[in-house]
């Protein structure tokens, strides 16, 4: 059997079943290396991160859906998704430990104010680069890299603001974006009889739609930010 042959075996048989079991023991290479890529340190079984990749794992089992692509990719990112979240809680308790324990408290709350938002920042930008991570790893399935994405991004505001309403539109509707994530594939014909984008203009932008896409239906909150609309973007 194949491996989406054996997901569906162990999602009938339930959680305690051997498929899951054996599905677990003959990926577990390649969940420690996910796991190891998405901390940038090497993850043994007896690491904590280990074991929430474990989790990510299983979680991904019971919830792949062979309709929208192949497993181990999206397995890769649920992985890596649940380190990160893990990461990120375990950055908050120990900014926390170190703020209820600073110094400055009675003697300066200035420095303290100011150490807050030190840390803070920190946060914010460990964050960042995490989602950007992610980030990359997704758009490589879909065939994109970031220097390709940045030569193939609008210029223009109008075409910008084009090119952002087709990824919305996308990200919206649940039939089209269950078919760009099934075949990796922007529909294009589709996108342009939704909204009023020349044809032409979804092809040679396709790698920034599908980007912006990839952030919209995503896990990327910060990412997020750099695809609203500006404010005093002209027509």
């Given at each position: 059997?194949?491996?989406?042959?054996?997901?569906?075996?162990?999602?009938?048989?339930?959680?305690?079943?051997?498929?899951?079991?054996?599905?677990?023991?003959?990926?577990?290479?390649?969940?420690?290396?996910?796991?190891?890529?998405?901390?940038?340190?090497?993850?043994?079984?007896?690491?904590?991160?280990?074991g929430e990749a474990?989790?990510?794992?299983?979680?991904?089992?019971?919830?792949?859906?062979?309709?929208?692509?192949?497993?181990?990719?999206?397995?890769?990112?649920?992985?890596?998704?649940?380190?990160y979240d893990f990461?990120?809680?375990?950055?908050?308790?120990?900014?926390?430990?170190?703020?209820?324990?600073?110094?400055?408290?009675?003697?300066?709350?200035?420095?303290?104010?100011?150490?807050?938002?030190?840390?803070?920042v920190q946060n914010?930008?460990?964050?960042?680069?995490?989602?950007?991570?992610?980030?990359?790893?997704?758009?490589?399935?879909?065939?994109?890299?970031?220097?390709?994405?940045?030569?193939?991004?609008?210029?223009?505001?109008?075409?910008?603001?084009?090119?952002?309403?087709?990824?919305?539109?996308?990200?919206?509707?649940?039939?089209?974006?269950?078919?760009?994530?099934?075949?990796?594939?922007?529909?294009?014909?589709?996108?342009?009889?939704?909204?009023?984008?020349?044809?032409?203009?979804?092809?040679?932008?396709?790698?920034?739609?599908?980007?912006?896409?990839?952030?919209?239906?995503?896990?990327?909150?910060?990412?997020?930010?750099?695809?609203?609309?500006?404010?005093?973007?002209?027509?």
């Amino acid at each position: 059997m194949n491996i989406e042959e054996r997901i569906e075996q162990a999602k009938s048989l339930g959680e305690n079943s051997e498929a899951l079991d054996g599905l677990i023991r003959d990926y577990k290479p390649f969940i420690f290396a996910c796991a190891s890529a998405a901390a940038k340190t090497s993850v043994s079984q007896s690491d904590a991160i280990a074991g929430e990749a474990m989790l990510a794992f299983v979680e991904a089992v019971h919830k792949f859906d062979a309709a929208k692509g192949a497993f181990l990719p999206y397995c890769r990112l649920t992985i890596r998704h649940r380190v990160y979240d893990f990461l990120r809680a375990a950055r908050r308790q120990e900014t926390a430990a170190v703020l209820s324990g600073s110094p400055y408290e009675e003697d300066d709350p200035a420095l303290r104010e100011q150490s807050i938002r030190a840390f803070q920042v920190q946060n914010i930008e460990a964050d960042l680069r995490m989602e950007i991570a992610a980030f990359n790893i997704e758009i490589e399935s879909f065939d994109i890299s970031y220097d390709s994405l940045v030569s193939s991004s609008p210029k223009a505001n109008k075409t910008r603001k084009q090119c952002l309403a087709a990824a919305r539109c996308t990200a919206g509707d649940p039939g089209v974006l269950r078919k760009l994530l099934r075949t990796r594939m922007l529909p294009i014909k589709e996108i342009c009889e939704k909204i009023r984008l020349p044809y032409k203009s979804a092809e040679r932008y396709r790698k920034y739609i599908v980007a912006v896409v990839v952030i919209l239906a995503g896990d990327y909150p910060y990412l997020r930010e750099y695809v609203r609309p500006r404010k005093n973007e002209d027509d």
